[in-house]
């Protein structure tokens, strides 16, 4: 294996193109083990699930949705929180497509990226279907630095006429490590986590204010008296009666602030800006936002827009 692949663009977006227009052409699982690698290392391990095969893709899934809906039926949601975050319902994690439900558990790995402008395959061990390829990932197109490379082994299974990536052995044994630490006799989850106090007990009060009415229905008082006043003043009557309408009617946007209400109550807030600001980080909890804030305005607290 003597060629070069072109030098890489230091964006994930070209990267993934280049990288993809590279594996539609591909004749050799060399060439398919380069693209994947060259994603993996420039787009972090979730870019390369395109490669995948599907199969692969199912099989974890069907295996994780197994484990998450056993688990439901006592009860509990271990399984579901520690690969999700604690966003996500068991509904949500049933709708998910294959890819994406890979795609929201390798979001909560932790994960780094560099950048390197040569992929090259060493050789390749066969062991029933499966084809182990060596790759080494090298920089030498920089000035000033020394050049450095690493070598990863991208395990491949056939497809047709086509070579695709097994899921990485990684990842598989982040996910087997999960569902091993929840056994069959642990304890049900009752109700909500024991929650800390945050500093403030008025930032407490307002928290567990605001998880009751949204626990109830009851948006057009939370979004009046719980978030800060700015909110409704910065719209027009139409649109916060649109807002408040949609709440109303959908209990699943309901659930995501109230999970986020929650998540903050039991966590101790970063304070800011003098101890008007209390930051509470939700990173990988599977919500669509990664913090609650809380502002304080002459005495009261606010949920921050």
């Not at 193109?17 to 994947?36: C, I, N, V, Y």
């Not at 990536?165 to 009752?190: C, F, G, H």
């Not at 928290?207 to 909110?231: Q, S, W």
Request: charged share 25%.
């Amino acid at each position: 294996m003597k060629h070069k692949m072109q030098r890489l663009p230091r964006f994930a977006g070209g990267v993934l193109m280049l990288t993809w227009s590279l594996f539609a052409q591909a004749e050799s699982p060399e060439k398919t083990a380069e693209a994947f690698v060259a994603l993996s290392t420039s787009g972090g391990p979730s870019a390369a699930v395109i490669l995948y095969q599907f199969s692969e893709v199912q099989r974890i899934r069907d295996k994780v949705l197994l484990a998450v809906e056993r688990e439901a039926e006592s009860g509990r949601k271990q399984v579901r929180a520690a690969l999700f975050g604690a966003g996500p319902s068991l509904d949500d994690v049933r709708r998910m497509t294959p890819e994406n439900l890979l795609l929201a558990i390798m979001a909560r790995l932790p994960s780094r990226t560099a950048v390197y402008d040569t992929y090259k395959a060493l050789g390749s061990v066969k062991e029933g279907e499966m084809l182990h390829v060596v790759v080494r990932a090298s920089l030498e197109k920089v000035e000033r630095i020394r050049r450095r490379s690493i070598i990863q082994v991208v395990t491949l299974l056939p497809s047709g006429k086509e070579w695709r990536a097994a899921v990485a052995s990684n990842i598989e044994a982040y996910i087997d490590s999960v569902l091993a630490a929840a056994p069959d006799d642990a304890p049900p989850v009752v109700g909500s986590p024991a929650v800390a106090a945050p500093a403030d007990p008025a930032a407490k009060a307002l928290l567990a204010r605001g998880i009751d009415l949204l626990h109830k229905g009851n948006c057009l008082t939370y979004f009046l008296d719980v978030m800060e006043p700015g909110f409704s003043k910065a719209m027009t009557q139409k649109s916060f009666d649109a807002i408040v309408r949609s709440c109303e009617l959908n209990e699943r946007t309901r659930e995501k602030f109230r999970v986020g209400l929650e998540l903050a109550a039991a966590r101790n807030p970063k304070v800011e800006e003098g101890g008007s600001k209390l930051l509470y980080d939700l990173n990988g909890e599977g919500l669509p936002y990664d913090h609650v804030t809380l502002t304080r305005i002459d005495t009261r607290w606010y949920v921050a827009q």
